[in-house]
Nanobody, 131 residues
C-alpha cells in the first residue's frame, strides 16, 4: 500500500521556484511528522526539511542550513498533505527529492536527518536547476 504520493519537481533555471507536494493516508499523516530528503548523484541522502503534522509539535519546522531562508515547508491538515516551496533555486539543489514520514518523536528530538529512522518514503521526484 502506497503511503506517500509526491508531485511537483521539474527543471528550472537558477533563481527560479518550484513547489513539491506530498499526500499521505490519514493514518500516516496523523501518526508521523513529515518532510523531505534529497539525494544528488554520488552523495548521501540529506534531510532538508520537516514539519510536525499533529499534536503539541504540530507546525514545528526544521530546515537544513543548505536550504534555510530559501525553502518553506507547510501543511494542509484537511488534505493530509505537506508542501515544500523552493525559491531562489541553485544548481547545487539539483537532486532527487523524496517525501518521508517518521514517528513524531523523531522530529521532536531533532533527528530528522537520520535515514534509518524514516518509516515511509515517497517515490521521489527529480529537481534540476540549470545555471
Amino acid at each position: 500500500q502506497v503511503q506517500l504520493v509526491e508531485s511537483g519537481g521539474g527543471s528550472v533555471q537558477a533563481g527560479g521556484s518550484l513547489r513539491l507536494s506530498c499526500s499521505a493516508s490519514a493514518d500516516t499523516y496523523s501518526r508521523n511528522c513529515m518532510g523531505w530528503f534529497r539525494q544528488a548523484p554520488g552523495k548521501e541522502r540529506e534531510g532538508i526539511a520537516s514539519i510536525g503534522t499533529r499534536g503539541p509539535a504540530g507546525g514545528n519546522t526544521y530546515y537544513a542550513d543548505s536550504v534555510k531562508g530559501r525553502f518553506t515547508i507547510s501543511q494542509d491538515n484537511s488534505e493530509n498533505t505537506v508542501y515544500l516551496q523552493m525559491n531562489n533555486l541553485k544548481p547545487e539543489d539539483t537532486a532527487m527529492y523524496y517525501c518521508a514520514a517518521a514517528w513524531n518523536w523523531v522530529c521532536a528530538a531533532g533527528s530528522w536527518g537520520q535515514v534509518g529512522l524514516i518509516n515511509y518514503w515517497g517515490q521521489g521526484t527529480q529537481v534540476t536547476v540549470s545555471s
